[in-house]
């Protein structure tokens, strides 16, 4: 069953790496990546080997004379896994572990591992929870189609079999139970989402690639003391604040998890409910880490996961972090010029924010609009409401009513509009 761990110290454990990509110029950050991940789960890599592939083999992933070599190499070292970096059937996990005499796990395990260590609310656990089981739903189809093949007849019902079946059925109602019950977390959520809606301040969602630096950022528009780590994964779960921006404008800012390139499409699904709030976002901060050289392979999968999600189409500003680790100015400033609507920043030192906050205040002026009405005397609190949540240009006390001229965000220009005059 599932495992959700949460605050528990593991020992460490040794790892052989295996690493697949095909484009050698790559391999580099390929190979720090996964470095990362690791450390992030308490894995120690003890060796690395390299398999170039244009096609995974169906058996074994990797091809058989790699097999023999890295079951020396685990033999050798005495390693407590092998880590495939990349997505493995449930067949081909078994048929390595025989091979290798150890543990196999794959990237999306590791993944997972480390989402389950990081979740701290009711929320992030049951989405690492169902994550998991979802993962493994496919490899306890495999191992059953495979039992069932071996035996072939009618009637044949073995223990193994009938514990697969019972595992399977387990598995599947605890999906179902899960997902009732992240049913019921995101409503609490949609009903704090219209609890700020509220107060009409545009929505934008920080989002990016692990480690880019949004935490950093929402740390320090906020002035908030989030964790902010090198880890990957350092955030899980959302948060949202309120940020001012100069000239008397708002909006509600929300930090969330972190993307990876080659997550799968089923994993990314079961966090829908943490990436809700990018969903509903009216605009996005794209954090891009400038410092690293696979920033826009980065770029891209950061992309793809908002196609995913449904919100590629939504405005975004790109905003180029970790500039203080970028020496070449003139690249940088070629960099900003080639990307629409794109700012170069730096989170620890302040630099460029000028730059973003105007970025963002253009931004949420171009979801305001300008009202002109007359409010009654019975409807005063109107006024209030203008001042409170939007920026008031012009007040002026008439016969039949308060004359004002505000810029407002949608909701509360429609319930103005019925009192809405030429000038
Ligand atoms: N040099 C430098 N380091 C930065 C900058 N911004 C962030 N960092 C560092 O980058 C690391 C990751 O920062 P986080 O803010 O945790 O990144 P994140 O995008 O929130 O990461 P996850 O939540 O793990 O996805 C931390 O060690 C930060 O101190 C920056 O502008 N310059
Ligand atoms: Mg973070």
């Given at each position: 069953m599932a495992k959700t761990l949460q605050n528990l110290e593991l020992?460490?454990?040794?790892?052989?790496?295996?690493?697949?990509?095909?484009?050698?110029?790559?391999?580099?950050?390929?190979?720090?990546?996964?470095?990362?991940?690791?450390?992030?789960?308490?894995?120690?890599?003890?060796?690395?080997?390299?398999?170039?592939?244009?096609?995974?083999?169906?058996?074994?992933?990797?091809?058989?004379?790699?097999?023999?070599?890295?079951?020396?190499?685990?033999?050798?070292?005495?390693?407590?896994?092998?880590?495939?970096?990349?997505e493995v059937s449930g067949m081909q996990q078994r048929n390595l572990e025989e091979a290798f005499k150890c543990k196999v796990i794959d990237r999306t395990q590791l993944i997972l591992d480390i989402f389950a260590r990081r979740a701290r609310t009711r929320e992030g656990m049951l989405q690492v929870e169902l994550a998991q089981l979802t993962y493994m739903m496919p490899k306890l189809m495999s191992v059953y189609t495979k039992f069932e093949r071996q035996k072939g007849g009618i009637g044949m019902r073995g223990p193994g079999e009938t514990k697969l079946e019972s595992d399977k059925r387990l598995a599947r109602d605890k999906i179902s139970a899960l997902k009732v019950e992240i049913e019921d977390v995101k409503r609490v959520r949609s009903q704090q989402r219209a609890s700020r809606r509220k107060h009409p301040f545009p929505f934008a969602s920080i989002v990016g690639y692990t480690s880019a630096g949004k935490s950093t950022l929402m740390n320090l528009m906020a002035g908030t003391d989030f964790l902010a780590d090198a880890m990957p994964f350092a955030t899980l779960d959302p948060t949202t604040r309120k940020i001012d921006l100069p000239d008397g404008y708002a909006l509600f800012l929300t930090d969330t998890v972190g993307f990876i390139r080659n997550l799968p499409t089923h994993l990314v699904a079961a966090f829908q409910s943490t990436l809700e709030e990018v969903t509903f976002s009216d605009f996005i901060l794209h954090v891009v880490d400038l410092a690293n050289p696979a920033w826009e392979v980065q770029k891209d999968a950061v992309h793809h996961t908002l196609e995913i999600l449904g919100a590629s189409d939504k405005p975004m500003i790109t905003v180029f972090n970790k500039i203080d680790m970028v020496p070449d100015k003139a690249e940088l400033t070629r960099i900003v010029a080639e990307w629409p609507n794109s700012v170069a920043i730096s989170a620890t030192t302040g630099l460029g924010m000028t730059d973003l906050q105007l970025a963002i205040k253009r931004q949420v002026q171009s979801l305001l609009g300008t009202v002109r009405a007359v409010i009654p005397y019975s409807q005063q609190h109107m006024l209030q409401d203008c001042y409170d949540f939007g920026r008031v240009l012009k007040e002026e006390y008439r016969d039949n009513g308060i004359y004002v001229e505000a810029e407002l965000v949608n909701e509360l220009r429609q319930k103005l509009l019925q009192y809405s005059v030429e000038s």
């Open positions: 020992p460490i454990e040794t790892a052989v790496l295996v690493f697949i990509n095909e484009d050698d110029s790559e391999d580099q950050v390929v190979e720090d990546e996964l470095v990362g991940l690791c450390e992030a789960a308490n894995v120690e890599p003890i060796a690395t080997i390299r398999q170039r592939l244009d096609r995974p083999y169906k058996g074994t992933f990797v091809g058989t004379g790699k097999v023999e070599e890295i079951a020396a190499l685990a033999h050798e070292t005495n390693a407590d896994l092998v880590l495939i970096d990349a």
